[in-house]
């Protein structure tokens, strides 16, 4: 499928995958001329030259760029020789502006937590393909993804490499579930039109972290350096602290909940330290298909970007003059108790996945703040979860009033 036109907005784009976006964007614009790749927009939370860095380097340089901190908004007065030469937006409205942007076709939302939340349903109720690094937007909204895409058409393309991986091995199961119908409800049935097997497990393979082998007493006492130093990928620290306790692969259990629209129980954890296989799905005659490559985000970022085509990418491919062992292991739900969270909340859907999300992001905060353990971090969570009263259908305002709730319950319980 070749547009007339692709203008990608990469929201985060200072980030770990705002950044590798914009290197596959580069690539892309150099070696598909076809594709008419730019990158139109591009957001970042208070660094102004930083973003601006990005964007000059960029050879078709960005139309818009969004300093989406409201106090970094406060602060700009549009004088700001760097911005001179941009059409700068400010605040977190502007986010949502560009994400519904007649002039936008692909929205690669790459904020981190639920800050991406708005801008990224925005950019789904708005009709746009959609490269979800953003997790904890399925996390927090997964069904009210999934009725707005029926609505609006919206292709969501998973970046996160353990989804992309399960995308690709889903073959044309995931694509005509993912399509919409004129009825408005999703492609469910069970035996799509196109013959492709529905699969009897998603097994999302997991690094395992920095403490992959460390004993129980031994990771009571890891600092937020120790947690910060992952083994495989370079990722900012939010999402490296998620490895660390494994709450990233809980997250990514109901990711998966909910882009796929497969129950809790169909989901699995293997643990992989190698990080070459992303992901497999278990079919009904036991077979196991897998997808593997050298860890590298702009392999995924660009499949989402490309879908349904596959281009040459920058990643390097598997090196046939090298061994690999590639390992696989079971989770240990003792030693990373976020694991268990992660299934229970993906089974209980309604306000719960809202709730951990929020209570997550603060106890992630106060752990980096030197203000926590790194084992309250879960154990926080499971406090809060416990302590809230579950609602089956919440609306979306409702859920943002529980996300507000979580947070102050996770101070109310390490102020004690
Ligand atoms: P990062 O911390 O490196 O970058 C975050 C981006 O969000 C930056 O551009 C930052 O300016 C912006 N931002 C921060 N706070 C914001 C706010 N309040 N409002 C608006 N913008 C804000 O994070 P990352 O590692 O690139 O991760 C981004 C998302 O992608 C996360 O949801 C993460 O779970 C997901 N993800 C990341 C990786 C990875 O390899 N890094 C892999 C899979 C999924
Ligand atoms: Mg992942």
């Not at 970007?305 to 596959?310: E, I």
């Not at 089974?347 to 999300?357: D, I, R, S």
């Not at 084992?375 to 809060?384: E, F, K, L, P, S």
């Amino acid at each position: 499928m070749t547009l007339n036109r692709n203008h990608v907005a990469v929201l985060g784009a200072t980030g770990s995958i705002g950044t590798a976006t914009a290197d596959v964007l580069q690539h892309l614009a150099k070696t598909d001329p076809d594709g008419n790749w730019r990158m139109w927009a591009a957001s970042g939370h208070q660094n102004l030259p930083e973003l601006t860095k990005i964007a000059a380097q960029m050879d078709s340089p960005p139309q818009r760029l969004i300093l989406s901190s409201p106090e970094a908004a406060k602060s700009f007065d549009g004088t700001d020789a760097l911005a001179s030469k941009y059409d700068v937006g400010v605040g977190t409205n502007a986010l949502v502006d560009v994400a519904m942007s007649p002039e936008v076709d692909t929205v690669v939302a790459a904020i981190v937590g639920r800050a991406g939340l708005e801008s990224t349903l925005a950019a789904i109720d708005a009709g746009k393909r959609v490269g979800l690094a953003n997790k904890e937007t399925m996390v927090v909204a997964g069904p009210l993804v999934r009725q707005m895409m029926a609505k609006s058409g919206s292709e969501l393309l998973p970046v996160d490499s353990e989804h992309s991986a399960i995308f690709q091995c889903l073959g044309n199961w995931a694509s005509t579930r993912a399509d919409t119908r004129a009825d408005g409800t999703s492609g469910d049935s069970d035996a799509p039109a196109n013959h492709a097997p529905k699969p009897r497990k998603l097994i999302l393979t997991a690094s395992g972290g920095p403490f992959r082998e460390w004993s129980s007493d031994r990771i009571a006492d890891a600092s937020p350096a120790d947690a910060l130093a992952h083994p495989t990928w370079e990722m900012g620290r939010k999402i490296s602290i998620d490895s660390a306790t494994m709450m990233n692969k809980a997250l990514e259990i109901i990711e998966a909940r909910w882009l796929f629209d497969l129950p809790a129980d169909a989901i699995e954890v293997f643990v992989h330290p190698q990080s070459i296989i992303h992901s497999m799905v278990e079919f009904d005659d036991g077979s196991v298909i897998a997808q593997m490559s050298p860890p590298d985000m702009r392999l995924p970022i660009q499949f989402a970007l490309t879908y349904p085509r596959r281009l040459p990418s920058q990643s390097p491919p598997l090196c046939r003059k090298q061994s690999y062992d590639l390992t696989l292991e079971p989770a240990d739900h003792g030693r990373f108790p976020a694991l268990s969270l992660g299934f229970e909340v993906a089974k209980a859907g309604g306000t719960a996945g809202a709730v951990l999300n929020a209570a997550n992001e603060r106890a992630v905060g106060l752990f980096l703040d030197g203000k926590i353990r790194f084992t309250d971090i879960a154990a926080g969570c499971r406090d809060v979860l416990e302590n809230h009263t579950h609602e089956e259908n919440p609306s979306l305002s409702r859920m943002l009033e529980l996300d507000r709730w979580a947070r102050v319950e996770v101070d109310r319980r390490f102020s004690q």
